[in-house]
């Protein structure tokens, strides 16, 4: 994506954040936050005592006290927005880079009756027909229905090296904001103005759009509970103060809340689950909602189609393999010759593959040459030259029917050289001079670089991959073997891809899906994560929840990362919050009643120095660490894969151990501080 990921906390960013932190501070969005919200109500009521101490009562704190309760109080309400508003700031600064592709773009529109008229692309339709030339910027999402053209997708992807679309077939659909950066396209307009890929995309970016996750709802449930349950608790502490005949002040009652409750994990909750769908999309990949990245941490089996997402869709030329009689030079110059003028992308991988060994050619060879286009009845192409030379290539049993017509003769080993590439997984092509074969072209599905080792990465995380394919299983074996997958479907149809799906969801399984195809499509809409390729069909993007912008089937194995990241960062610092609260109650409970039990004593072990010390640096405390963990939040918790046993052991000892241990350090040195500098 074409967004700028280097600097993530800029000074614009930043100090929007600052604004928006006060903004946030409306009781109807805090509201939605139950924790922070009973802080504000405490903020409010200190307020009203900082400016009317007896407000409620006579009281023994002077007006200094309360004062500072509620600039703690408003303090750690900001941290906490402070945290949310970074977090969507980064989402809403893509969304302004991305608007910047979205100028307004003129079209060249195709009438009724054949003529063009220029028009704006906000007035483009579903439907319309566009011709765009070299050079232009695609106005509007769309299907080329005309022409073979490489596209700059720069704008969206963030990737420089163009990509060869054209007409039919999985790789058919452009997008607006794009540029033709070769020949020219004509596209039929598929999405109306707003409903667009583009248009998606920045609502997606903006974490303020951002709904909650059902893990996240479901935390966010457990805090209000814990909130409720310690304000029932605190309400029960007055009729106990007053048998003991304790004076228990309004805003002690109130720090005291503050800091038992979960405020640490509530003030940094949301800020975690944007932050985490934010990491996705520095990843060139666009996650449709929270749940698609949540989900993705928990993933048990992963389902890939071959074509376009294991191997890169287009059959390539890997060798030249010539009959007996022939030279190897022979038959490459003479599979050269056949190819020339041959567009498709296996046509360009056997002139690409001959210049590699050494074959040159002149084009003004070939300026006369007659083309012989490929079709389905002969299944053969190639040039007649003006010598009377007839080249062609093509299937092998139509090649062998062409030569027996002309009274050529079949080589010998033709069969045994087909059988070879065929059992390889390859698929052959005869190559012919007339009534002679010169031998067979061996076409290889390549798989992508990098594969095998991803995959093995997915292994050790205890993750299953199965490949999807409509070869035949001979073929599929060896594209499996070779890619390093656990399992594979061959001659897969997309009902099978569904019910390979379903069969483990109903294991209890969470299972991922992978594909760029119309074909696709039902199976990505099936999947608990569905993860179309950009370079694919509208139709597969429009059933997956994600969207790798790179095209990169080894990508989902970053989001899987992302998603265990994500949950583990919010298992992490809710474990750490809630182990704050054990320090805390060392710290407040005995200054609270120390004075009428002094049996308390033996609780006071951080020996702070007074009640009123020892409240406010507990309240410091809570309001300071809150800022102190927002990098975290943001970052993340590092994914290393372990076990599950491991890894709650690990977050037990990492961030439940510190969790106790830190508040006990740092209540101890702010109240140092305060005591030192007489402030109380």
Not at 248 to 272: D, F, K, Q, R, W
Not at 445 to 468: S, Y
């Amino acid at each position: 994506m074409a967004v700028e990921r280097k600097h993530i906390m800029t000074k614009e960013i930043i100090n929007h954040a600052l604004v928006d932190a006060f903004k946030k501070l409306n009781p109807r969005i805090m509201m939605k936050n139950p924790v922070m919200f009973v802080v504000e109500i405490g903020t409010i009521i200190t307020f009203l005592l900082a400016i009317a101490p007896q407000l409620f009562g006579s009281t023994n704190v002077g007006r200094g006290y309360n004062v500072t309760v509620c600039l703690i109080l408003l303090f750690t309400i900001l941290f906490a927005n402070f945290a949310e508003a970074l977090a969507e700031g980064r989402g809403k600064a893509q969304a302004d880079s991305l608007r910047k592709t979205k100028s307004d773009t003129k079209a060249r529109r195709v009438q009724k009756d054949g003529s063009f008229k220029e028009v704006s692309s906000t007035e483009l339709r579903k439907g319309d027909i566009v011709r765009i030339e070299i050079g232009e910027i695609i106005p509007a999402d769309g299907e080329i229905i005309e022409g073979l053209a490489s596209i700059d997708e720069s704008a969206i992807t963030g990737e420089s090296a163009p990509v060869i679309k054209e007409a039919g077939g999985d790789f058919s659909s452009v997008t607006g904001g794009t540029r033709v950066a070769s020949d020219y396209i004509v596209i039929r307009v598929t999405a109306d103005p707003g409903e667009s890929f583009l248009d998606r995309m920045i609502s997606l970016v903006e974490g303020a759009k951002r709904q909650k996750t059902p893990n996240e709802i479901a935390l966010t449930t457990l805090l209000a509970v814990l909130t409720l349950i310690f304000l029932i608790v605190l309400m029960t502490m007055v009729p106990m103060a007053e048998y003991l005949n304790v004076k228990l002040e309004i805003s002690t009652l109130i720090a005291l809340l503050v800091c038992l409750i979960p405020t640490t994990i509530g003030g940094l909750l949301s800020a975690i689950g944007i932050a985490g769908m934010d990491r996705v999309t520095q990843f060139n990949v666009l996650a449709m909602s929270g749940k698609a990245v949540e989900a993705a941490g928990d993933i048990d089996t992963m389902i890939l189609d071959k074509t376009g997402t294991i191997t890169f869709g287009n059959r390539m030329a890997a060798e030249f393999m010539p009959v007996a009689g022939v030279t190897a030079n022979e038959v490459t110059f003479t599979a050269l010759q056949a190819s020339v003028k041959d567009e498709t992308p296996e046509g360009r991988s056997i002139v690409e593959l001959a210049h590699k060994l050494g074959q040159t050619w002149e084009a003004k060879a070939y300026e006369d040459a007659e083309i012989v286009e490929f079709t389905a009845e002969t299944r053969m192409s190639g040039l007649n030259l003006p010598d009377g030379t007839m080249l062609r290539k093509g299937a092998v049993d139509a090649i062998k029917k062409y030569v027996t017509a002309l009274g050529g003769k079949i080589p010998n080993e033709l069969e045994a050289i087909t059988n070879r590439i065929a059992k390889a997984g390859g698929t052959p092509l005869a190559v012919a001079s007339n009534e002679r074969i010169y031998g067979v072209i061996y076409l290889k599905d390549t798989v992508k670089p990098g594969l095998k080792e991803r995959f093995a990465e997915l292994r050790a995380m205890g993750i299953k991959t199965v490949m999807c394919t409509g070869d035949n299983p001979l073929t599929a074996a060896t594209i499996a073997l070779e890619a390093g997958v656990d399992e594979f479907i061959a001659e897969a149809k997309p009902e099978d891809k569904i019910a390979a799906i379903k069969k483990e969801q109903q294991e209890g399984k969470l299972v991922a899906m992978t594909g760029d195809g119309t074909n696709d499509a039902p199976a990505l809409a099936q999947a608990d994560v569905g993860l179309a390729m950009n370079s694919g069909t509208m139709a597969a993007k429009e059933a997956a929840n994600m969207i790798d912008l790179d095209s990169d089937p080894t990508k989902l194995l970053s989001v899987i990362s992302i998603g265990k990241q994500l949950l583990i960062t919010r298992g992490a610092l809710t474990t750490f919050s809630i182990a704050n609260d054990i320090a805390k109650y060392f710290a407040i409970i005995p200054a609270m009643f120390i004075a009428a039990m002094p049996q308390l004593q033996a609780l006071n072990i951080m020996n702070l120095a007074s009640p009123q010390s020892a409240i406010l640096s507990a309240l410091i405390f809570n309001a300071i660490i809150i800022p102190l963990l927002i990098p975290i939040a943001m970052k993340g918790v590092k994914y290393r894969a372990m076990s599950a046993d491991r890894l709650l052991l690990r977050n037990i000892v990492v961030y439940g151990v510190g969790g106790v241990v830190v508040p006990f350090i740092g209540i101890k040195l702010i109240d140092m501080v305060l005591h030192g500098l007489n402030i109380v």
